[in-house]
């Protein structure tokens, strides 16, 4: 199971009021939608699309979509 990346109660309160976030990271899942597709989580190909998903909650096809693909 992931944590989410900390942040101040602020952010972390507002992130998961709107988004769902930290629900979303204890669940092993990406950001419902509209952020995410709220798939069960099941691989990412490096440490840093882990990493990132403690601090966004998006799954490796969200964060491809979101930020690109490596060529």
Known sequence: MAIPSEKSPEITNFLETVFGRSTAIHNNKCTPAPIGCGKVITRFKD???????QISGLCQECQDLFFGEDE
């Open 47 to 53: 440490a840093v699309s882990a990493k990132e998903y």
